[in-house]
């Protein structure tokens, strides 16, 4: 069975640092393509990042330079480090598996960390 | 970059009929997915590549896409219906997913 669980989510001054951990169980985080997924108060679902198989990752703009996406085959494991948190990061964050080539999609989530950033 | 729009929200009597549409510029021209998230929970995938069901989700949830308009209709609506939708596609230019803002589908 495709399981995901989220951890690492807390209150955060603004400023401040945070990793996120996505530990995998069922599949292999580093045969698939992998995305951060956020979701904040009374707003819709946004996405953050993407790793691929080959390694390469890209990122939403308000989060570029300051957040990092990375994996750990043998912990089978996604990570996402938050540096220089703000106040609009404040969100549940999600961890999806993806699939297809042509038509790219989530076919599994975790139940998401809450990350609030706030003095 | 790609914009896809969603009424913010739409109210269904039980039994009845809610179609849920995600407008954008020849998004018939595109591949189109739906998710569904419930109060507290996770996202679920209910219709990917236009209009097919992962398995375990009911047949009551179908998809369509043609034109400037993408639909999911779900038939005989229930209770446990209710939640967000939200319409995603691919951006292939920059290599990320584009989701709609959301219809937060409710039952009366």
């Known amino acids: 069975e495709v399981q995901m669980v989220e951890s690492g989510g807390r209150l955060v001054q603004p400023g401040g640092s945070l990793r996120l951990s996505c530990a995998a169980s069922g599949f292999t985080v580093s045969s698939n393509f992998m995305s951060w997924v956020r979701k904040a108060p009374g707003k819709g679902l946004e996405w953050v990042s993407v790793?691929?198989?080959?390694?390469?990752?890209y990122y939403a703009d308000s989060v570029k330079d300051r957040f990092t996406v990375s994996r750990d085959h043998a912990e089978n494991t996604l990570y996402l480090q938050m540096n220089s948190l703000r106040g609009e990061d404040t969100a549940m964050y999600y961890c999806?598996?993806?699939?297809?080539?042509?038509?790219?999609?989530?076919?599994?989530w975790g139940q998401g960390t809450l990350v609030t950033v706030s003095s | 970059s790609y914009v896809l729009t969603q009424p913010p929200s739409m109210s269904v009597a039980p039994g009845q009929t809610a179609r849920i549409t995600c407008a954008g510029n020849?998004?018939?021209?595109?591949?189109v997915h739906w998710y569904q998230q419930k109060p507290g929970q996770a996202p679920v995938l209910v219709v990917y590549?236009?209009?097919d069901r992962p398995s375990g989700i009911p047949e009551r949830f179908s998809g369509s896409n043609s034109g400037n308009t993408a639909t999911l209709t779900v038939t005989r609506v229930e209770a446990g219906d209710e939640g967000e939708y939200y319409c995603q596609v691919w951006e292939n230019s920059w290599d990320h997913p584009v989701f709609g803002g959301g219809t937060k589908l409710t039952v009366l």
């Open positions: 999806a598996r993806g699939t297809g080539v042509s038509s790219s999609r989530y076919d599994s």
């Open positions: 020849n998004v018939g021209g595109r591949t």
């Open positions: 790793i691929y198989s080959d390694g390469s990752t």
């Open positions: 590549d236009d209009s």
